[in-house]
């Protein structure tokens, strides 16, 4: 019994070792081409004897062999296969029966008196369908049978028992016995003979083993018998009673099951890199995604693509949100439209939403779930934590994905959610609506001598031209158009052709807008609107509200600037989004067996699909590049269900900063670190520290850049010294940067005085715009999750850096480190340098976008270290930027503004914006890009801590960190 299932192809089963992969097609046995059971059936699944049950391969014979018979002296010799046989009249022979289906092979072992029970059913299966019982069910499997498989049924040969004394006897049992079921099976009753071999069984312990209980390195797994007739398994914090017959079948299972876990379970067991659950894997398809825009298409297209599965687990979900802009095909590539399609063709769609504090959060994740569970029955939607039953109240799930067919997975920073779509302009103003001209011709290159045909429709009654085309939803201000034009046949003449955007016709008029060029539905005329109701935002001037009302605006965008989003993601396919797949099933398998109104047949526990058929893609994201990929998490009891809390993201960025040679380029959310081991746990900016001093004493050129908010993206007035929660996270963030012992300038200061400043710089995000006749300006939200080491390794993710993302036990996150394996030729201090292909790519784009390279050629970004690009580039930008707005706005937050005294003076002095604005625009015109310096001195004479008797003063310290 001990080789039961350690005999099983395991290719469907997910137990495959790496060096043992194939590259067949999931749960297929394809002699003749026609034999294939989806995966999706694990969703359909019913009774082993339903006449519907789909459990074998239509055109895959299940064949048995008697390949040995084992008969022993004593009781216990039967578990030690080293001891010789010897024939005995006390004990009875022990028949071992192989049995093959496709590509799956079992082997089990029966006594006489088993095939005499075998007999006895037949038999009286014989009898039973020649009897016409007045009842359906019986008169249509009597239909189903054919009469001449009843007559040709065939039947145990007399004499025989369990005690067989001479080797003839056995013999000759065995050859009759193997006869019987090789007959059996012949006329298709499959399921007698495999109920009867227990074979079913078998296979549901296999799924069980791996699927419910994830063997880890931190909790041992182990198969007790606890019991005479019990086998208890026990792993991570779940535990399964089996109850057996006998105990010699406990006994059997036992080494079966830990047999077959120790030749299949590597990839589970072993310590990986990082303490990470998931393993490497070489050769992944791979793309980064800067901003929403191309995100959210390729998440789109992909989506459109799904076969069997979806999921997708955010932060925040808002189900009314456009994935391609500007809306000029009706509601097709509306999220909530796009899952309700793919359900209605099949598709199970699981959606994990994180259960906010109402009182602290107004993210309705109570009205995204009822939106989406409205949509279709085969869609459904989990929250978590319950903040009672648990005791969590402080952390969050923070893990942004979108997972397709376990084949495709997005991860990064971009929810799904309002605000976060953004291109490389990060425009301030869109008061645009929408107007489409459908060009003849397009064809033949856009030629500009080709007649048009417009056809001339508003934004609130446009038409798609798809089959499922319905109106446009009605957005408050759309009638207020303005008089701009601008035509997508005007790019396409003028080359602006990158995959990223495409800009408005002018760079100074930020407020228009055009069409994707992949959507291939005409020319755009006129102002185009990319930010309907609420979606349009600027949180730190007014958090969201009414989030049921989705295309009602709650801000007046013409009077105030939108706050533009700066954020990174990735995707990956085969094996290491099976990882994330694995991850995301984990989470919800533990969701439903904490939640009791989950346990219920509606929702289903989820099953990975095995690493072995992973390479075998039905859909890949264009343009990728293959990397060797690695899956990291923040993960604890709270949040997956697991004993030991993994950190393996924190463990990962610490490694990185410390090996790597030339250069770091960090852009984050948060920037909170520098371990006290009071306040502060995360060893991040101790990390940065390390290696600035070690390169400072080596006498060798390194840079770290970090960019991140200007402002924390807490709602509150920064002209009065912001809201308390505002203040709070600005505290702990200047903490990290500048300010008391632990931060990492007065560190550095330490070793080097002031010579720190060629190895660090500190940087937010600004642009500017005119909205209604005068000139605007808005800091741009850094929500990215990145860091770039050498351009040769890349960490993206939804892990900010702090101890909520960092530490593992506080906000669930996930991230994936991609280590490139194509290089290209670089540069780096001036010296020819073998860049990853991924890596160097991804930060260009960052670098050319933040710096203005885009718009102006002269500026070079190619070599990240050396001084002419460090001092003369990004220094002098930054700080020449920097300089402009606070001569032309004296906007906040700047490091002219110390204290609360001097914030009234600053405010009571007007900007050249209102007092010269020509000359305003004749500076605003030297601005480069959006790069500016972080004002590191803002408010640095007063306490940033929230004041005694505020609700924020209430809760711990571990809220803001």
């Given at each position: ?6 005999n ?17 097609v ?7 081409g026609?034999?294939?059971i ?15 049950a ?14 040995d ?68 069910s ?39 016995h ?6 059996v ?10 109920e ?6 078998g ?39 089996l ?23 590597k ?19 791979s ?46 590539w ?8 793919k ?15 109402e ?37 969050a ?47 033949q ?33 759309i ?64 958090d ?88 990291l ?68 050129l ?11 993206g807490?709602?509150g ?55 209604e ?15 770039i ?5 890349v960490?993206i ?61 002269t ?66 015109e030297k ?11 803002f ?9 005694v ?13």
């Amino acid at each position: 019994m001990s080789d039961t299932v350690e005999n099983l192809d395991t290719r469907d089963l997910g137990f495959s070792d790496a060096e043992d992969e194939s590259e067949e097609v999931d749960c297929e046995f394809n002699p003749s081409g026609v034999s294939r059971i989806p995966f999706s059936a694990v969703y359909r699944t019913v009774g082993f004897k339903e006449t519907e049950a789909q459990v074998y391969l239509n055109a895959a014979p299940v064949t048995a062999k008697i390949l040995d018979v084992e008969r022993f002296t004593r009781a216990p010799d039967r578990f030690n296969m080293s001891k010789h046989r010897s024939v005995s009249k006390a004990m009875p022979a022990v028949f071992k029966i192989e049995l093959k289906h496709g590509n799956f092979t079992w082997i089990v072992k029966r006594k006489e008196k088993h095939f005499m029970d075998l007999h006895r059913e037949l038999v009286r299966y014989k009898t039973l369908m020649r009897i016409p019982l007045p009842t359906r069910s019986h008169t249509e499997r009597r239909k189903s049978i054919k009469r001449s498989e009843v007559r040709q049924m065939p039947a145990l040969p007399r004499g025989g028992g369990d005690e067989l004394a001479r080797e003839e006897q056995v013999s000759s049992r065995r050859v009759s016995h193997s006869n019987m079921l090789t007959a059996v099976l012949a006329l298709d009753h499959k399921h007698c003979v495999c109920e009867w071999q227990n074979l079913h069984g078998g296979c549901c312990i296999s799924f069980w083993v791996n699927y419910s209980f994830y063997p880890n390195r931190n909790v041992p797994y182990k198969c007790l018998s606890q019991f005479v007739d019990n086998l208890c398994v026990y792993v991570f914090c779940r535990k399964l009673v089996l109850k057996f017959t006998s105990y010699r079948h406990a006994r059997w299972w036992g080494q079966a099951i830990e047999s077959f876990v120790r030749k299949h379970g590597k990839a589970f067991l072993r310590t990986h890199r990082f303490g990470s659950f998931a393993r490497e894997e070489e050769n992944i398809p791979s793309k980064w995604y800067v901003n929403g825009k191309t995100y959210m298409e390729d998440v789109a297209n992909a989506l459109e693509e799904a076969k069997e599965e979806i999921f997708i687990t955010d932060w925040w979900l808002s189900p009314e949100i456009f994935l391609k802009r500007p809306v000029v095909e009706g509601n097709r590539w509306r999220l909530d439209w796009i899952l309700k399609r793919k359900a209605r063709q099949g598709v199970r769609i699981f959606v994990m939403l994180y259960k906010e504090v109402e009182l602290a959060l107004g993210i309705n994740s109570e009205y995204s779930k009822r939106t989406l569970m409205r949509l279709h029955p085969d869609i459904k939607v989990m929250r978590h934590p319950d903040h009672v039953s648990s005791s969590v109240y402080l952390w969050a799930h923070h893990e942004k994905i979108v997972v397709i067919d376990q084949s495709v997975a997005f991860v990064g920073g971009i929810d799904l959610a309002y605000g976060r779509w953004d291109d490389r302009e990060h425009r301030l103003t869109d008061v645009g609506s929408v107007t489409r001209c459908v060009a003849q011709g397009m064809e033949q290159g856009l030629d500009s001598s080709t007649p048009r045909k417009k056809v001339s429709t508003s934004g609130n009654s446009s038409r798609s031209m798809v089959d499922d085309s319905v109106d446009l939803p009605k957005l408050k201000g759309i009638g207020r158009t303005r008089k701009t034009r601008f035509s997508l046949y005007h790019h396409i003449q003028r080359g602006l052709h990158h995959a990223d955007s495409i800009s408005s016709i002018d760079s100074t008029n930020k407020s228009g807008s055009v069409h994707s060029l992949q959507t291939g539905v005409g020319e755009l005329m006129g102002n185009t609107r990319f930010w309907h109701g609420k979606d349009y935002c600027n949180f730190v001037y007014k958090d969201w509200v009414q989030l049921d009302k989705p295309f009602d605006d709650f801000i007046d965008r013409y009077t105030t600037p939108r706050m533009p989003w700066h954020d990174i993601s990735s995707v990956v396919h085969g094996k290491a989004a099976r990882d994330v797949a694995r991850h995301f099933i984990q989470r919800w398998n533990f969701t439903k067996i904490m939640k009791p109104k989950y346990r219920s047949l509606t929702y289903p526990f989820l099953l990975p699909k095995s690493h072995s058929t992973a390479n075998d893609l039905k859909y890949q994201v264009p343009d990728c590049v293959q990397t060797k990929v690695q899956v990291l998490r923040s993960a604890a009891d709270w949040s997956a269900g697991i004993k030991h809390h993994e950190e393996s993201i924190h463990n990962a960025y610490i490694q990185v900063i410390a090996k790597s040679k030339h250069f770091i380029y960090i852009e984050n959310q948060f920037f909170i670190s520098c371990a006290d081991n009071k306040h502060v746990y995360n060893k991040i900016g101790d990390a940065i520290i390390e290696r600035i001093i070690r390169a400072h004493k080596e006498k060798k050129l390194f840079r770290v850049y970090v960019v991140t908010p200007l402002l924390p993206g807490f709602e509150g007035d920064i002209s009065t010294g912001g809201g308390s929660a505002l203040q709070a996270v600005m505290h702990f963030n200047y903490r990290t940067m500048n300010r008391g012992e632990y931060s990492i300038i007065a560190q550095l200061k330490k070793e080097m005085d002031d010579q720190w400043m060629n190895y660090i710089s500190i940087c937010g995000l600004r642009t500017h715009a005119e909205l209604e006749g005068r000139l605007v300006t808005e800091l741009i939200y850094v929500h990215s999750k990145l860091l770039i080491a050498d351009d040769n390794t890349v960490i993206i993710g939804s892990a900010n850096i702090n101890d909520r993302s960092m530490l593992g036990k506080r906000d669930s996150e996930v991230a994936v480190i991609f280590e490139d394996s194509e290089t290209t030729p670089s540069v780096m201090d001036g010296q020819e340098y073998q860049a990853g292909k991924f890596a160097l790519q991804l930060r260009l784009e960052c670098f050319k976008t933040i710096l203005g390279a885009f718009n102006d050629p002269t500026i070079d970004v190619s070599d990240p270290i050396s001084n002419g690009f460090y001092k003369d580039v990004w220094m002098s930008i930054s700080g020449r930027n920097a300089t402009i707005y606070d001569k032309v706005f004296r906007c906040l937050p700047s490091s002219l503004v110390r204290n609360k005294q001097e914030l009234m003076s600053f405010q009571s002095k007007p900007g050249l914006d209102k007092e010269n604005p020509v000359k305003a625009q004749e500076l605003l015109e030297k601005i480069r890009g959006f790069l500016v310096q972080f004002p590191l001195e803002f408010l640095s004479e007063e306490n940033l801590m929230p004041s005694v008797g505020t609700k924020e003063a209430m809760v711990p310290t571990e809220i803001w960190t």
